[in-house]
């Protein structure tokens, strides 16, 4: 079983960025989809970003704009690149296998890793 680790979160003031990474154990070249989640404190956790095949994205209406997701099979790594970052983005940051069909083709299918924590400050 692919296993993986999040990684690049930290602190940061509003208006800077970030780039998260999320390092597998294995290929990631037969994920049909992934997906960066994130869970602020005292909320459930919510999708942020998913890339499926064909080029397909999705973001969510929050960070549309401000957050780009992508992926690079070579390396086995998926990506989130953050701007413009507001106190509200932070939360603990997961990424994950997405289911790959579907309406809510974005949806997470596999296990939790310990995610990154990303801190924005005012």
């Known amino acids: 079983q692919v296993q993986l680790v999040e990684s690049g979160g930290g602190l940061v003031q509003a208006g800077g960025s970030l780039r998260l990474s999320c390092a597998a154990s294995?290929?990631?070249?037969?994920?049909?989809?992934m997906g960066w989640y994130r869970q602020a404190p005292g909320k459930q956790r919510e999708t942020v970003a998913g890339?499926?095949?064909?080029?397909?994205?999705y973001y969510a209406d929050s960070v549309k704009g401000r957050f780009t997701i992508s992926r690079d099979n070579a390396k086995n790594t998926l990506y989130l690149q953050m701007n413009s970052l507001i106190p509200e983005d932070t939360a603990v940051y997961y990424c994950?296998?997405?289911?790959?069909?579907?309406?809510?083709?974005?949806?997470?299918?596999?296990?939790w890793g310990q995610g990154t924590l990303v801190t924005v400050s005012s």
């Open positions: 890339i499926g095949g064909g080029g397909r994205l």
């Open positions: 294995g290929s990631i070249f037969s994920f049909n989809a």
């Open positions: 994950n296998a997405a289911a790959g069909f579907g309406g809510s083709w974005y949806r997470p299918t596999g296990s």
